[in-house]
């Protein structure tokens, strides 16, 4: 995966770089390096408030010996705090505190409803499986399976991370962090007693389920209460952790590591790794391990934090996540990232590569948690784990909304933006263009064909103003004559050292002022001006829009992912070159400009097939089927369009021009 840049920057700067090109032909930009955190943000993601020490460093990371024995548990603590330093003296437990055999037998307790099946641990009462089964809202309800399914392989879709549960101890969520090491192994290694006595749980729709895991050790009280709902992807979990009869203070709850969709075989622009995401002062923050994270330790790893009133955070992919809604908004939230890699299957990054014949066969991925923090008197803290699907999430964040007394504002797990200046214009735009997706996609029953459909309809409302910028351009080719004789006079009459402001100078220049007057060419760009935001934004729906995740359509087993044959990168660049040779443009008066046209006409679309060729293929059908009726709008205009084509003067004097004796040179 490149780690120079993120996806809507990509997008922006290829569409960009085009619109420089058929505008200008003269202005590159190359991309733009991924901000790193500032160093202030990074020092303060290696401190904690009051004194607490940092979970990057804690036992909810550390790969060492988990130990299932007294001695292994009390030497992983004592290296663990000989990493990590003074623990936090707010924790109440000394540091030679002992850490106790296990009283309580493990089990797994199993809840199944028909959106998810979720596996509890009574060691640590964490989740150790979270397989979804279901996306549900008012506008869908169909089945969700893994990455690379098919209607004969239908893979579970399981969130939870193989490499999260390989460390010691397991890198998952609802760990509980106080910074105090030995305290931490205790809670989070220990056997909690269950108060269901069967092993699985079946919940049928509307049905509600609460169960409850404690834990007490000497004057340690900790008690994790879940309330599960049969047709709800919220799940409610209150915590409760004393010492001395007091709650712990600076506890935070790890969501991760990594939740989201593990069988992706490799992770790109469009099919991202998982990545902490959170809604701070006001603000969505998205921090993935490969550009966010730096300074990574010998270990493999990072950790960084966000200060400010957090209203939610968590972890998730393209299209899953789980993200805890405390009940009262903390003022930091801390993450962790550890890099490792993964052999994968061959698979060609670039279209360099591809050419070349050179696939890559592993990748770095990254293990992401985020910590919140919680209060530890029972309040309850919400769980969303669920689809990052628009129509869902905006149903539940009515619901949690009310529930919390603010506005939270779920829907924005989704990625509409990395960048806040844009997030307002592309929320804006994209949001229609997933409804009118959905509605077509109901009438016809197949998204690829949906995309069709809107394209074409989209592209009718633009034909009055190609036909018009066909019409300036042509006036602009018609005068191109002209223009090129008045230019050659201003050329005489500069070697012979005529000035500006001499009366034959300005005469040419009024002349000049006349032709471009009636045949302005940059009022023809207005057609491609008006397509810029919609493919930002179309962009934004087709990458955020769950319906066009594993939707076949012809060849393409999945409109969220690249043509696996790329016929459609390349469909597309021809397309493009068709269109620019038929598509009249501002006249070329010169070899220069004539020269550049003709290399344009080649390089951009050579351009565009480089940033394009990992691109989803519904955003590729909707530029190549654009460009097609682009072409036939284009010769229809060619044949109907009754502007001659030859030399055209234009007659209109502007308002206020004095006339000026001509005089010979």
Sequence with gaps: MDSNGQP??????????????????????????????????????????????????????????????????NTGAAQQANNQGQANPQAGSPQNQTVLADINPQRSLTIKSPLYEVKLDSRGALATSWILLRNKSEKADYPIYADGSDQSNQKPLQLISQKALEQSPPAVPFRIITGNNELDTQINTKNYKISETADEIILSPGEKKQVTFEYSFQDTLVRKTFTFSGDSYVADLAITATQNGQPLSNAMLAIGASIGDHAINHHSF?????????????????????????NYDSEGRSKLADEGSVNWAGVGDAYFAMVAIPANQPQRVDYTAQKYDVNTEPFYDSIFNWIIRSPKTSE????????????????VTRIYTGTKDYFTLSDYDKYISAEAGRNVDLVHIINFSNYRILRPITTTLSIPILYALHYINQLVNNYGLAIIVFTFLFYSLLFPLRLSQSRSFKKAAGNAPKMKEIQDKIKELQKKGVPLDDPRMRSLQMEQLRLTKDALPIGGCLPMLLQFPLLIAFYTAITISLDARQASFLWLPDLSAADPWHILEFAFAISMILTMKFTPTAPAVSPEQQAQQKMMTYIMPVMMLWFMWTAPAGLLIYWLFGNIVSLGQQLLINKINLQPAGNITSTTVPEGAKPVAARKV
């Design 8 to 73: 809507q920057l990509r997008l922006l700067l290829a569409v960009t770089l085009a619109m420089i090109v058929l505008l200008g032909w003269s202005y590159f930009f190359t991309p733009r390096q991924p901000q790193n955190q500032s160093a202030n943000q990074q020092s303060n993601a290696n401190q904690t408030s009051g004194n607490t020490s940092t979970p990057g460093t804690s036992i909810a990371d550390n790969s060492g010996s988990g130990g299932n024995s007294v001695s292994n548990q």
């Design 270 to 294: 469009y099919h991202i790794e998982s990545e902490a995401i959170a809604s701070v002062a006001g603000d969505i923050k998205r921090h993935q391990g490969n550009y966010s994270f730096t």
């Design 364 to 379: 770095t991925r990254h293990l992401v948690t985020a910590f919140i923090p919680i209060t530890t008197d029972g309040s």
